[in-house]
C-alpha cells in the first residue's frame, strides 16, 4: 500500500496530543480495553509500515483512504487468525480513523469511505468450556489448603468469580465500598463504565468475610496484592489493585495445585451464563447479571438447545454388530 512510513513528514508533523491513537486509547475506559486496542493498533501499523517495530504512535492514520483499509482487511483475513480476532482489529482501525475525523484531520467523507467495511461473517460457539462442580470444589479446596492471607484471598476472590460470573478485570476494579454486606450485592463497573449490581451466594458472601477480617476496612482494593511475607500491598495505606492479568494467574495457580486442567476466568463466567439458564432464570435477568449489550450475546451462551440435541441423539439405536448371512442384503 502506499501508505506513508512511521518515520516520514506526515507522522513527524502530529503531536502526541493531537495523534489518533492516543486519543482513542485515552477515550476507552478500562486499562485491559486500552491494552488490548492498543495490541491491535500496533500490530495494524506493523502491517501496513512492514516495520516490526512500529508502533500506532505516530502514523498517519489521517492519509487511510478506502484502498488501503480494504487491503488492510485482506491481509488481517490471510493471518490465519479467527474471524471474531479479525474483526476486533478492524473496529480498531474505524475507531482511530473517527479519531483522526474528530480532530479535523480527516474530512468526513474521507472517513466514511475508509470506515465502510464490512466485518467478517462467522458463526463460532462460545470460546471454553464448563467448569464441573467438583472442579471449582477442588479449587476452593486447595485455598483452604494454604492458610496464608493469599489463600483465604483467593478462597474469597474465586468463590466471587463463581458466584457471580464478573470478568477479571470487572473483578480486579472492586473496591471495598463496592460491597453491599447486607444486600449480599457488588456494585462492579463493567465496559464502557456501566455500572450493575451482582449478588453473592451466602458460601461466597462467608468467604469474603473471612477475607475481609485478614484484609482490613482500609479504603481501596477489595482484592489487593499479597507478597511473599503476606503482607497487602497498600502504599499510603490504600491497598492497591490487581490486574486482571494477575488474576488470571492467581487461577491458574490454584488449578494446578488442585490437579485439575487449565481453566481461564472466562469459563467461570461461560459456566455461570450457563447455570442461571439451566435454573430456568430469564434471558433477560441473566443478560443484566453478567453485563452482556446484547441478549444475543448471552443466548450464545445456553445449553439448553445443545441438551437437547444430545438427548435426540441418545434416542437412536445403534444396529447390533453382526456379519450378513448368505445370500443376504
Known amino acids: 500500500m502506499d501508505v506513508p512510513a512511521?518515520?516520514?513528514p506526515g507522522a513527524e508533523a502530529?503531536?502526541?496530543e493531537g495523534d489518533p491513537y492516543h486519543a482513542y486509547l485515552a477515550s476507552l475506559s478500562g486499562a485491559e480495553s486500552r491494552r488490548?486496542?492498543?495490541?491491535c493498533l500496533d500490530r495494524v501499523a506493523r502491517l501496513i509500515t512492514g516495520d516490526e517495530a512500529a508502533t500506532g504512535a505516530g502514523q498517519p492514520w489521517h492519509l487511510l483512504r478506502y484502498e488501503h483499509t480494504v487491503r488492510v482487511r485482506a491481509i488481517l483475513a490471510e493471518q490465519g487468525w479467527s474471524p471474531a480476532y479479525?474483526?476486533?482489529?478492524?473496529?480498531?482501525?474505524?475507531?482511530?480513523?473517527?479519531?483522526?475525523?474528530?480532530?479535523?484531520q480527516m474530512t468526513a467523507e474521507d472517513y466514511h469511505r475508509a470506515a465502510d467495511l464490512p466485518t467478517l461473517r462467522h458463526t463460532r460457539l462460545p470460546a471454553g468450556q464448563h467448569v464441573p462442580a467438583e472442579v471449582a470444589g477442588a479449587v476452593l479446596a486447595a485455598c483452604d489448603g494454604d492458610d496464608s492471607p493469599a489463600g483465604?484471598?483467593?478462597?474469597?476472590?474465586?468463590?466471587?468469580?463463581?458466584?457471580?460470573?464478573?470478568?477479571?478485570?470487572?473483578?480486579?476494579?472492586?473496591?471495598l465500598d463496592d460491597y453491599d454486606p447486607a444486600a449480599r450485592s457488588l456494585r462492579v463497573r463493567g465496559k464502557r463504565d456501566k455500572e450493575r449490581l451482582v449478588y453473592l451466594t451466602r458460601e461466597a458472601v462467608a468467604r469474603l468475610e473471612a477475607w475481609l477480617a485478614v484484609r482490613g476496612t482500609a479504603p481501596g482494593a477489595l482484592f489487593p496484592p499479597v507478597n511473599k511475607a503476606g503482607r497487602l500491598r497498600a502504599p499510603?495505606?490504600?491497598?492497591?489493585?490487581?490486574?486482571g492479568q494477575a488474576i488470571a494467574g492467581i487461577l491458574a495457580r490454584r488449578l494446578a495445585a488442585a490437579g485439575a486442567a487449565k481453566r481461564t476466568p472466562h469459563d467461570f463466567?461461560?459456566?455461570?451464563?450457563?447455570?442461571?439458564l439451566d435454573a430456568g432464570v430469564d434471558l433477560a435477568t441473566a443478560q443484566a447479571?453478567?453485563?452482556h449489550a446484547s441478549p444475543v450475546t448471552t443466548a450464545r451462551y445456553d445449553r439448553r438447545p445443545e441438551n437437547r440435541r444430545r438427548e435426540a441423539v441418545d434416542r437412536l439405536t445403534m444396529p447390533t454388530a453382526r456379519p450378513l448371512r448368505p445370500g443376504g442384503p
Open 269 to 276: 463466567r461461560r459456566t455461570f451464563i450457563g447455570e442461571l
Open 152 to 175: 483465604v484471598r483467593d478462597g474469597a476472590l474465586l468463590a466471587v468469580l463463581y458466584s457471580t460470573g464478573c470478568r477479571r478485570a470487572e473483578i480486579a476494579a472492586l473496591g
Open 36 to 39: 488490548t486496542m492498543r495490541g
Open 6 to 8: 512511521v518515520r516520514g
Open 86 to 104: 479479525v474483526n476486533k482489529h478492524l473496529v480498531a482501525l474505524r475507531r482511530v480513523m473517527r479519531e483522526a475525523w474528530r480532530l479535523g
Open 14 to 16: 502530529i503531536a502526541r
Open 236 to 243: 499510603g495505606g490504600r491497598p492497591a489493585p490487581m490486574s
Open 289 to 291: 447479571l453478567v453485563g
